[in-house]
């Protein structure tokens, strides 16, 4: 993101995960606790948030919440993806692995406006799938062929993905 002139910045609870991380983007990098640690931005300084595969890792989702809230713009939105495995998946460290209806409500109950959001609504034809020109199709037809292609791809994970929005 930053190398497309966008203002990014990351957090993580791993200082292995931070220490890892490319030279060039590593003061934009802040270790965190979700669970306990005030988000190091000014309040409604972000458009966008996205938190992939680590929501479900925190413990006190109510403190979690209210930093979101904080830092989130008025019209910003939130988007995760985050394993879907039900109650029978859940272990020391996968604390919430909800269904798409649990993270609804657990987001609702705590001021946020929350719709399912399908991860190959983003996907771009012109990579892989590039050769075959299905970017030239209709746009009804491309959304068939991204959402065949995501489902493809990720047949062997089970995971929801939703957005949030302040619910003013």
Do not use: C
Request: aromatic share 14%; proline share 3%.
């Amino acid at each position: 993101l930053n190398d497309m002139g966008i203002d990014a910045y990351g957090v993580d609870g791993s200082d292995y995960a931070i220490n890892n991380s490319d030279i060039s983007i590593r003061s934009k990098l802040f270790k965190v606790n979700l669970n306990s640690d005030k988000f190091p931005f000014a309040e409604k300084t972000f458009d966008v948030v996205g938190s992939f595969y680590s929501v479900e890792h925190i413990h006190n989702i109510d403190f979690f919440a209210k930093e979101l809230q904080r830092v989130l713009k008025d019209d910003g939105i939130s988007w995760f993806l985050t394993p879907d495995e039900g109650l029978e998946q859940r272990n020391e460290t996968d604390v919430f692995t909800n269904p798409f209806e649990e993270w609804k409500k657990i987001f609702e109950d705590r001021g946020f406006k929350v719709k399912k959001f399908s991860p190959h609504e983003m996907m771009a034809l012109r990579g892989k799938l590039g050769k075959f020109k299905f970017y030239l199709l209709p746009k009804s037809i491309q959304n068939i062929i991204k959402k065949f292609a995501y489902d493809y791809s990720n047949k062997k994970m089970k995971d929801t993905s939703f957005v949030l929005t302040k619910n003013l």
